[in-house]
């Protein structure tokens, strides 16, 4: 992957971790996007560490040996105010990287944090800092916002994303688990005005019924048995900036009548309390269902759909990305060969070809399961179709047409068109067959997907001209 920023002089990002297991961790995560890196593990050296270099960017744990990061985010403002830091914490003290944020803290990143997460924050921070608005999408680099992969879909991905960004509309992102629709959601944040303010996200199925009000506008002290302070909630959280609302379709009907008060009037009471709240926000959905079949069946309200359902935005199952799956395997092959200590650095030519035409009906969380396992699991230099789990491993079938379906009738002269036309009738023929799915077409008529759209827009313009 060619690095994100290609500028004379390197973007630089000042990682204050002092395990060192995460810090190589994170480091190798990062390193597509061909950034300088540089690792300290105390606040100390990290305050005198900006003497040297100013850093275009900082990530900044919030329990440090010698200090705390708050400490840290005092010193560094006063000496560098425009520098942007972001707070890396545990879930325990997400309360604590709020109010950093408040005192000048650009972001918060929650720990573990993914590879996707990751790139997409520290991408989006440092184009936010320094102004950098290339427009990656329209030169074909295979990495954008954090996202990697150039194919025909997710070029339609990155155009909505661009054109949406800006405004206050509803996102609502559709797609198949393990497609990254989070990722897409941070995305769109980032990239937006509320891109300086907080991203709250939460999801709608992993949260218990009867937690999922207070999860979402907060609680009193004494709301319920347990209740032992005031809470705020993802919609207090996230005044300014953006509220994720994951697996909307999950949603228990009566909360999705309080959740469209709040969409109407941008007020809302916490549970247990009589006083109205307002706040501002912008939505962004997603689900792995199909939100119009919802409301047909009576579990998502149609009025509530129509709020939210502005700007839609499908997110391609991998199967559809099929220029992108190597690219993919490559990046993630790089970082857990790293975090495991194994020494893997590519993957043999039947592996290629096998992750190729498989149909990964878990997505991208399927291929990083995939490929953990054999790093796990495996010594050498080179994946091979040996190394990989069932189904991977197993013997691609093939159909064959038989003697008795092919039917032998005469041919004369008379009967020849040109080759153009035969190859247009056979492409459109499997394009049908496939239900509209041009990269699934592409994969049984053994030609790239980029080819037969390349061949519509050729026939397009040709008809245009006449």
């Known amino acids: 992957m060619q690095p994100l920023f290609d500028e004379p002089k390197s973007r630089y990002l000042l990682m204050v971790e002092d395990t060192a297991s995460v810090a190589a961790l994170y480091r190798s995560y990062l390193s597509p996007l061909g950034i300088d890196i540089n690792i300290v593990g105390n606040g100390r050296d990290a305050i005198q560490s900006l003497q040297h270099r100013t850093p275009d960017l900082i990530l900044l744990d919030l329990r440090l040996p010698d200090m705390t990061g708050m400490d840290v985010l005092d010193a560094v403002k006063q000496s560098h105010p425009d520098v942007p830091i972001i707070f890396m914490t545990a879930h325990g003290s997400i309360d604590i990287a709020v109010d950093a944020m408040q005192h000048g803290a650009q972001d918060f990143l929650i720990k573990p944090c993914e590879a996707d997460r990751l790139r997409v924050t520290v991408t989006n921070a440092i184009r936010k800092a320094s102004k950098l608005r290339d427009e990656i999408n329209d030169t074909g680099s295979p990495s954008y916002q954090g996202f990697i992969g150039s194919s025909q879909p997710m070029q339609a991905v990155y155009r909505t994303i661009d054109s949406a960004a800006s405004s206050k509309a509803s996102i609502f992102i559709t797609g198949e688990s393990g497609t990254g629709k989070e990722v897409c959601a941070e995305a769109i944040h980032a990239a937006s005005k509320r891109g300086d303010k907080p991203f709250i996200a939460i999801n709608c199925a992993a949260i218990p019924k009867d937690l999922i009000e207070s999860e979402l506008f ?15 909630g993802a919609a207090e959280l996230a005044d300014g900036g953006t509220l994720f609302l994951d697996e909307l379709c999950e949603m228990d009907l009566e909360l999705q009548t309080k959740l469209l008060r709040f969409i109407q009037t941008g007020t809302f009471q916490k549970v247990g309390s009589s006083r109205m709240k307002k706040v501002d926000v912008r939505f962004v959905c997603a689900t792995n ?21 502005v700007i839609p935005l499908h997110l391609p199952p991998l199967r559809d990305r099929e220029e992108d799956v190597i690219e993919i395997a490559y990046s993630l092959l790089g970082f857990m060969s790293h975090e495991e200590g194994k020494s893997f650095v590519r993957f043999s030519q039947d592996v290629i070809e096998r992750f ?35 189904p991977l491993n197993e013997p691609l079938v093939v159909v064959k047409p038989t003697a008795s379906s ?42 790239s997907p980029s080819t037969i759209y390349r061949k519509i827009q050729a026939w397009n313009a040709s008809e245009t001209k006449a």
């Open 218 to 232: 907060g609680h009193v002290k004494g709301a319920f048995t347990g209740a032992a302070v005031d809470r705020q």
């Open 289 to 309: 269902r199909d939100p119009w079949k919802e409301v047909q069946e009576g579990r998502f309200r149609e009025d509530l759909y129509y709020r939210l359902y």
């Open 356 to 390: 190729i035409h498989y149909e990964w009906p878990g997505n991208v969380r399927q291929l990083q399961n995939v490929l953990r396992n054999v790093v796990v699991l495996n010594h050498g230099k080179e994946i091979t179709l040996d190394m990989l789990p069932p």
């Open 406 to 447: 092919i039917t032998v009738s005469s041919f004369g002269p008379q009967d020849i068109v040109p080759l153009w036309q035969t190859e247009r009738r056979t492409i459109e023929q499997a394009i049908e067959a496939c239900d509209g799915n041009i990269p699934q077409a592409a994969k049984y008529l053994d030609v």
